[in-house]
T-cell receptor
Framework: GQQLNQSPQSMFIQEGEDVSMNCTSSSIFNTWLWYKQDPGEGPVLLIALYKAGELTSNGRLTAQFGITRKDSFLNISASIPSDVGIYFCAGPNGGSQGNLIFGKGTKLSVKP | NAGVTQTPKFQVLKTGQSMTLQCAQDMNHEYMSWYRQDPGMGLRLIHYSVGAGITDQGEVPNGYNVSRSTTEDFPLRLLSAAPSQTSVYFC???????????FGSGTQLSVL
């Protein structure tokens, strides 16, 4: 079946540093989504990508839809303590428009 | 605007007990789904529904039942709880045309 490989699994960074994480798929996607999960809460959609090569920003966050359509990247610039959480990539999983497959997440810790 | 509401927030069950996790959304979304989140496993799809009266299985459906009698509600039933069902459960919804899932805040379930 489909698999999403997300890396790194965890990151410990200093406040103010930039962050990069990525996600690769075993199959071609037509949509990439990036979610953030705060402790004790459900995931919240950060960015949605719909076209190969697309680069989309949401404040300090920038995500890119890879040219091969099998990968995506998320960058966070000038990290702040509230960036702490788990970041998930997700893509379509067939069966229905809303079904998604998720990566295992990148846990981000930020030291003030 | 409440979005997706899940109850209860926490639940402890004994092996063999049954219970229903409640989920309601007020966004008039056609699509609803249930995911479980286990450490290091990301989110995995249990069941989903594309509209009232229509349900289907996801990746890990065994041990769970669902029904969709109204657009707003999508309860998840555990008929005979097992320790392997200890997890955090998330309900999500989206419009019929989009992949942008909106998640509830989760139910943390422990089965002893």
């Amino acid at each position: 079946g489909q698999q999403l490989n997300q890396s790194p699994q965890s990151m410990f960074i200093q406040e103010g540093e930039d962050v990069s994480m990525n996600c690769t798929s075993s199959s071609i996607f037509n949509t990439w989504l990036w979610y953030k999960q705060d402790p004790g809460e459900g995931p919240v959609l950060l960015i949605a990508l719909y076209k190969a090569g697309e680069l989309t920003s949401n404040g300090r966050l920038t995500a890119q839809f890879g040219i091969t359509r099998k990968d995506s990247f998320l960058n966070i610039s000038a990290s702040i303590p509230s960036d702490v959480g788990i970041y998930f990539c997700a893509g379509p999983n067939g069966g229905s428009q809303g079904n998604l497959i998720f990566g295992k997440g990148t846990k981000l810790s930020v030291k003030p | 605007n409440a979005g997706v509401t899940q109850t209860p927030k926490f639940q402890v069950l004994k092996t063999g007990q049954s219970m229903t996790l409640q989920c309601a959304q007020d966004m008039n979304h056609e699509y609803m789904s249930w995911y479980r989140q286990d450490p290091g496993m990301g989110l995995r799809l249990i069941h989903y529904s594309v509209g009232a009266g229509i349900t289907d299985q996801g990746e890990v459906p065994n041990g769970y039942n669902v029904s969709r009698s109204t657009t707003e509600d999508f309860p998840l039933r555990l008929l005979s709880a097992a320790p392997s069902q200890t997890s955090v459960y998330f309900c999500a919804s989206s419009s019929a045309t989009g992949r942008k899932l909106f998640f509830g805040s989760g139910t943390q379930l422990s089965v002893l």
